[in-house]
C-alpha cells in the first residue's frame, strides 16, 4: 500500500507544481499571473525579460476565464459585477463589468454560463455519430442507435424530439397538422384538396374556418385530419389560438410554438428578453438588471446593499464594480 501510495504522488506531483505555479504566490495566491509571466517570490515576472508585470491592464494578457484587475488576473466566477447607480437627481450611470469569455452577470455576480460550449458540444457529436442514420417518426438518434422516445421521462418537449411534445413528464406522440395548398372552393380533408363549393365566397376572420358556407370556430378541431385556419396553430393534435400573432403574452413570457410560455426556465441557445439571461442552455431572470442603486451601494440578488465603508483586502473581490479597496475598508470611485 505504501509503496501504491508514493508512486502514486510521484506521477501526480508535475500536476500539482503546474497547479501550484498558476496562481501567486503559489496555492494560497488570491490572482493569477497574466499570460507568459511566472509567479517569483510572491510578484508576477516576465519568463523572458525578468520584468515586473505591469499593473496596466491593457499591456497585460489573462486567460479567457477571468478578470483582469491592476495587471494582475482574477478568476471571473463569483466577482461582483454590473451596477446601475443615480448620480444625480436626473440621471443614471450604467457600469457594466468583464466576466469572462464564457461568463455572465447574474444578480449581482459573476456566473460561468456554458449552454454555447455544452450546446455545441453535443451537437457535433451527435452530428458526428448520426451521419447516415434513418430513424422511425417517434425515435431519436443518440450515439449512432434510434432510440424509441414514447413514453420516456422528460421534462421539456426539446427532450423528446420534433414529433413528441412532453406531457406530465412523458413523450407522447402527436401528428403534426396537414398542409394543403387549395383553391378558394376547396377544402383540405386527409392532406387532400376536395371540393366545397359553399365556401367558395366566404371569408372568415382569424381563428374561424368556412363549413356549408357558415364561420364557425376553428379552436378545438382535430387538425389531423385539417389544417388549422389563420390565427390558430396546431397544438398536440388540436387548433389552438396563435397567441404569437398578435403578442397578447403577458410580462415576463414569451411565445413558443404558438403559445405563451413563462420565461424563467425556458430554453434557450444565445439571447433570453431583458431582464432575462440565457444562462446554462436556461433563461433565468436577473433581478438586478433594472434595479438602480445609490451611491455607494450595489445590487445582490434584486435588493440594494450598502458596500461604501464595508471591510475588504481586495476591491475586485471585496467591494463592488468601480470601487476602490483604501484602508481596508471599500471607496465608491464615483465620489473619489
Same mark, same amino acid.
Given at each position: 500500500?505504501?509503496?501504491?501510495?508514493?508512486?502514486?504522488?510521484?506521477?501526480?506531483?508535475?500536476?500539482?507544481?503546474?497547479?501550484?505555479?498558476?496562481?501567486?504566490?503559489?496555492?494560497?495566491?488570491? +490572482?493569477?499571473?497574466?499570460?507568459? +509571466?511566472? *509567479?517569483?517570490?510572491?510578484?508576477?515576472?516576465?519568463?523572458? %525579460?525578468?520584468?515586473?508585470?505591469?499593473?496596466?491592464?491593457?499591456?497585460?494578457?489573462?486567460?479567457?476565464?477571468?478578470?483582469? +484587475? $491592476?495587471?494582475? *488576473?482574477?478568476?471571473?466566477?463569483?466577482?461582483?459585477?454590473?451596477?446601475?447607480?443615480?448620480?444625480?437627481?436626473?440621471?443614471?450611470?450604467?457600469?457594466?463589468?468583464?466576466?469572462?469569455?464564457?461568463? $455572465?452577470?447574474?444578480?449581482?455576480?459573476?456566473?460561468?454560463?456554458? %449552454?454555447?460550449?455544452? +450546446?455545441?458540444?453535443?451537437?457535433?457529436?451527435?452530428?458526428?455519430?448520426?451521419?447516415?442514420?434513418?430513424?422511425?417518426?417517434?425515435?431519436?438518434?443518440?450515439?449512432?442507435?434510434?432510440?424509441?422516445?414514447?413514453? $420516456?421521462?422528460?421534462?421539456?418537449?426539446?427532450?423528446?424530439?420534433?414529433?413528441?411534445?412532453?406531457?406530465?413528464?412523458?413523450?407522447?406522440?402527436?401528428?403534426?397538422?396537414?398542409?394543403?395548398?387549395?383553391?378558394?372552393?376547396?377544402?383540405?380533408?386527409?392532406?387532400?384538396?376536395?371540393?366545397?363549393?359553399?365556401?367558395?365566397?366566404?371569408?372568415?376572420?382569424?381563428?374561424?374556418? *368556412?363549413?356549408?358556407?357558415?364561420?364557425?370556430?376553428?379552436?378545438?378541431?382535430?387538425?389531423?385530419?385539417?389544417?388549422?385556419?389563420?390565427?390558430?396553430?396546431?397544438?398536440?393534435?388540436?387548433?389552438?389560438?396563435?397567441?404569437?400573432?398578435?403578442?397578447?403574452?403577458?410580462?415576463?413570457?414569451?411565445?413558443?410554438?404558438?403559445?405563451?410560455?413563462?420565461?424563467?426556465?425556458?430554453?434557450?441557445?444565445?439571447?433570453?428578453?431583458?431582464?432575462?439571461?440565457?444562462?446554462?442552455?436556461?433563461?433565468?431572470?436577473?433581478?438586478?438588471?433594472? $434595479?438602480?442603486?445609490?451611491?455607494?451601494?450595489?445590487?445582490?440578488?434584486?435588493?440594494?446593499?450598502?458596500?461604501?465603508?464595508?471591510?475588504? %483586502?481586495?476591491?475586485?473581490?471585496?467591494?463592488?464594480?468601480?470601487?476602490? *479597496?483604501?484602508?481596508?475598508?471599500?471607496?465608491?470611485?464615483?465620489?473619489?
Amino acid at each position: 500500500m505504501y509503496r501504491t501510495m508514493k508512486q502514486l504522488l510521484i506521477l501526480m506531483a508535475p500536476m500539482i507544481i503546474v497547479c501550484a505555479a498558476e496562481r501567486c504566490p503559489p496555492i494560497f495566491g488570491a +490572482y493569477e499571473c497574466p499570460t507568459n +509571466y511566472k *509567479c517569483i517570490n510572491s510578484t508576477c515576472v516576465s519568463a523572458d %525579460t525578468k520584468q515586473l508585470a505591469s499593473e496596466d491592464c491593457n499591456l497585460v494578457s489573462c486567460p479567457p476565464n477571468s478578470r483582469c +484587475y $491592476k495587471g494582475r *488576473c482574477y478568476e471571473a466566477k463569483g466577482l461582483p459585477c454590473d451596477r446601475n447607480v443615480i448620480t444625480t437627481k436626473l440621471s443614471a450611470k450604467s457600469i457594466s463589468s468583464d466576466c469572462g469569455q464564457n461568463g $455572465k452577470c447574474l444578480n449581482g455576480r459573476c456566473v460561468e454560463d456554458s %449552454t454555447h460550449s455544452h +450546446y455545441d458540444l453535443m451537437i457535433s457529436l451527435n452530428i458526428k455519430e448520426c451521419v447516415g442514420v434513418s430513424c422511425k417518426e417517434d425515435e431519436l438518434c443518440r450515439d449512432g442507435k434510434c432510440e424509441g422516445m414514447s413514453n $420516456k421521462f422528460c421534462l421539456t418537449d426539446f427532450d423528446c424530439g420534433p414529433n413528441l411534445d412532453c406531457v406530465s413528464n412523458k413523450c407522447v406522440y402527436f401528428r403534426k397538422g396537414l398542409q394543403c395548398n387549395c383553391d378558394p372552393e376547396e377544402t383540405c380533408k386527409n392532406g387532400q384538396c376536395i371540393p366545397n363549393p359553399k365556401c367558395a365566397q366566404i371569408s372568415c376572420e382569424e381563428g374561424m374556418r *368556412c363549413s356549408d358556407g357558415v364561420c364557425v370556430s376553428a379552436i378545438g378541431d382535430d387538425c389531423a385530419e385539417q389544417p388549422c385556419p389563420r390565427g390558430t396553430v396546431c397544438v398536440r393534435g388540436k387548433c389552438a389560438l396563435d397567441q404569437c400573432r398578435s403578442n397578447q403574452c403577458p410580462v415576463d413570457h414569451a411565445c413558443r410554438r404558438g403559445q405563451c410560455r413563462h420565461l424563467q426556465g425556458m430554453l434557450c441557445e444565445s439571447e433570453c428578453p431583458s431582464p432575462y439571461e440565457c444562462i446554462n442552455g436556461l433563461c433565468t431572470r436577473n433581478e438586478c438588471a433594472l $434595479k438602480v442603486c445609490q451611491i455607494g451601494e450595489t445590487c445582490e440578488n434584486g435588493f440594494c446593499f450598502r458596500i461604501e465603508g464595508r471591510f475588504c %483586502t481586495s476591491a475586485v473581490r471585496d467591494c463592488a464594480a468601480e470601487f476602490e *479597496c483604501q484602508s481596508n475598508q471599500c471607496r465608491d470611485k464615483l465620489t473619489l
